[in-house]
């Protein structure tokens, strides 16, 4: 009777040291997980960061967007804003097109007119075109030059500044 109780004795103690074995490599397991996946976070948004400024660059490079050859060459990152303009007209006909909500462009130098909206009416004395009427909450961005033909004495020219164009993604629903 006593080498039975000693028995399940060392049964109990036996399976109490199998559980503590057990929750330790899962402890060790779940602080090995933790620092693996600890810069992941921050790996994703740098990522998503350098895809957004990729996009930028690539609607900005778009024939319905670029300066193209009419500014002589190939210009990256070269907005003409003629194009834009005309494209604000017509937005309704690229509804769905580059999956954003909205595109905005921005003049930063010179800033004459920094808070005016651009319509056909105020073009080119403002200061942001908004293609869709609708507001920027996150944004993807990237700096482009903004170019545009204008007659001076009779000579058409290119002038150019610095802007930056603003991307508003979808919002999932």
């Given at each position: 009777?006593?080498n ?9 103690q036996?399976?109490?040291?199998l ?16 620092i ?25 490079n ?5 300066c ?12 003409d ?7 604000k ?23 004459e007119?920094?808070?005016e ?13 908004n ?18 033909k ?11 500044e ?8 979808k919002?999932?629903?």
């Amino acid at each position: 009777m006593v080498n039975r109780k000693q028995g399940q004795m060392k049964i109990q103690q036996m399976a109490f040291m199998l559980m503590a074995i057990t929750l330790f490599f899962v402890l060790v397991g779940m602080f090995v997980i933790v620092i693996k996946f600890s810069g992941l976070k921050e790996g994703a948004q740098m990522l998503e960061d350098r895809n957004a400024m990729f996009l930028a660059t690539k609607i900005s490079n778009s024939p319905e967007f670029s300066c193209g050859n009419s500014f002589g060459g190939d210009n990256i990152n070269c907005i003409d804003l003629d194009k834009v303009m005309i494209l604000k007209n017509k937005i309704g006909d690229y509804t769905g097109f580059w999956g954003l909500d909205n595109i905005e462009i921005r003049w930063l130098y010179p800033n004459e007119f920094p808070e005016e909206i651009c319509t056909t009416i105020t073009y080119p004395e403002c200061g942001i075109i908004n293609l869709r009427d609708k507001p920027i909450k996150s944004e993807y961005s990237n700096y482009v030059a903004l170019c545009r033909k204008i007659s001076l004495d009779g000579q058409v020219y290119d002038k150019c500044e610095l802007g930056r164009i603003m991307l508003a993604p979808k919002e999932i629903k």
